[in-house]
């Protein structure tokens, strides 16, 4: 396989399907900045290729034959902490949305939005720390009027004294929306140590991602 200059070889796909895992190789290799690591059938299969690369980016199947691909997110985090899951699924249930970001999901793609768009998301995901589909977000919007919606998550007290000055900062400037950029700029950092603080931030409070971050917070 060749390698785009100044390319990052660092998407793995986890796909059980033969034909969509190939048109997602496919797509990385299109996109700029980006190309496939790996490609896998399962989450086990993928783990030692996840733990030696470096920040990688994981598209997940939420549904991997009989096993359902949301139980391996939480084992891809602790294998590479860096790593960056992004759900890739037709199903658009609000309850399949809702448990794959409690699990410390990153981004949650429809398969026909990643097949049409995935250079797009991949760079969104460079500057955010978490994309979604149109479609899930429409669900998330209308899911959260329903007065229902804090019974999936419930706030608890956070204690933030575990955070140094810095990881307060930034921690602030996440739950505003600020992207990793615009983060870096406003404490005169470089993206990479806003990136590795974030990781140290997510640790200290027990969180995997964003979405279950502003969920703990709430």
């Not at 796909?15 to 790996?38: I, K, P, Y």
């Not at 920040?55 to 391996?72: K, Q, R, S, Y």
């Not at 479609?135 to 899911?143: A, E, M, T």
């Amino acid at each position: 396989m060749s390698v785009k200059m100044g390319s990052n070889r660092n998407v793995i796909i986890i796909e059980d399907q033969d034909s969509l895992r190939e048109a997602l190789a496919q797509m990385v290799n299109l996109a700029v900045n980006h190309t496939v690591a790996g490609s896998f059938s399962s989450v086990a299969s993928a783990l030692k290729v996840i733990n030696s690369t470096s920040a990688p980016i994981v598209l997940l199947d939420v549904h991997l034959g009989n096993e359902l691909g949301i139980d391996g997110i939480r084992e891809i985090k602790c294998v590479n902490p860096y790593a960056k899951v992004v759900m890739l699924s037709s199903d658009s249930s609000i309850q399949t949305i809702i448990e794959a970001f409690k699990m410390g999901a990153d981004g949650y793609l429809l398969k026909e939005d990643a097949i049409m768009m995935l250079g797009e998301y991949l760079r969104n995901l460079s500057r955010y720390d978490s994309v979604a589909s149109p479609g899930v977000v429409s669900v998330l919007i209308l899911h959260a009027t329903n007065p229902r919606f804090n019974n999936h998550f419930n706030p608890i007290e956070v204690d933030l004294t575990v955070l140094t000055k810095t990881q307060r900062v930034i921690l602030n400037e996440l739950t505003s929306g600020a992207d990793y950029q615009a983060i870096s700029e406003r404490v005169g950092t470089t993206r990479n140590t806003v990136n590795q603080h974030v990781q140290q931030i997510y640790r200290k409070l027990g969180v995997f991602s964003r979405a279950e971050l502003m969920a703990k917070l709430n």
